[in-house]
T-cell receptor
Framework: NAGVMQNPRHLVRRRGQEARLRCSPM?????VYWYRQLPEEGLKFMVY????????ESGMPKERFSAEFPKEGPSILRIQQVVRGDSAAYFC?????????????FGPGTRLTVT | AQSVSQHNHHVILSEAASLELGCNYS??????LFWYVQYPGQHLQLLLK??????LVKGIKGFEAEFIKSKFSFNLRKPSVQWSDTAEYFC????????????FGAGTRLAVHP
């Protein structure tokens, strides 16, 4: 059973460009979470999605950031007009549907560098 | 406010030394508690978790943690560390029930010298 997959693993963007980060949850998992890890800091929650629904986006910056988890395909975290402060590691986690507990399984992360 | 505090940002030990990493949390209601480990260049892996029951939880690779409700603490311990335990360790908490976001501590970087 493949784990949570994220791509790309490394992404370099110039200021003003768009960054698209993809996350494929574990097989059978229908809940996806995105976290951001800034240098020398712990992971900070960004958004929680189920298929076609955003459940909790309380950690998302109000502008330039969006997330989706369509019926088919991976979850996408999109950052428009990136700035240097967006440089971070972005982790995706997934969890199973009801009855699977609260454990979240993490992907390897995407390291975004904005130049 | 919901928060997790890890007291030590960097810990350096020699092999066979004992380890204890502190974790305190602030969270209203019943909680689930986790310790994750991130080895160099790898993703986060779950070491152990506490949902309910016995407050002394045993995890993988010889790690254990004790939930002390009165102290809002969930310290991680290992009696004898190995060089391969060199990694970053994160304590995390979420609410019991439902699918709640994890609140992470800032992490503790452990370096074990042979």
């Amino acid at each position: 059973n493949a784990g949570v997959m994220q791509n790309p693993r490394h992404l370099v963007r110039r200021r003003g460009q768009e960054a698209r980060l993809r996350c494929s949850p574990m097989k059978g998992h229908s809940h996806v979470y995105w976290y951001r890890q800034l240098p020398e800091e712990g992971l900070k929650f960004m958004v929680y999605l189920q298929k076609e629904n955003i459940i909790d986006e309380s950690g998302m910056p109000k502008e330039r950031f969006s997330a989706e988890f369509p019926k088919e395909g991976p979850s996408i975290l999109r950052i428009q007009q990136v700035v240097r402060g967006d440089s971070a590691a972005y982790f995706c986690a997934s969890s199973p549907p009801a009855g699977g507990g609260n454990e979240q399984y993490f992907g390897p992360g995407t390291r975004l560098t904005v130049t | 406010a919901q928060s997790v505090s890890q007291h030590n940002h960097h810990v350096i030990l020699s092999e066979a030394a004992s380890l204890e990493l502190g974790c305190n949390y602030s969270y209203g209601g019943t909680v689930n508690l986790f310790w994750y480990v991130q080895y160099p260049g790898q993703h986060l892996q779950l070491l152990l978790k506490y949902f309910s029951g016995d407050p002394l939880v045993k995890g993988i690779k010889g790690f254990e943690a004790e939930f002390i409700k009165s102290k809002f603490s969930f310290n991680l311990r290992k009696p004898s560390v190995q060089w391969s335990d060199t990694a970053e360790y994160f304590c995390a908490v979420n609410g019991n029930g439902g699918y709640n976001k994890l609140i992470f501590g800032a992490g503790t970087r452990l370096a074990v010298h042979p």
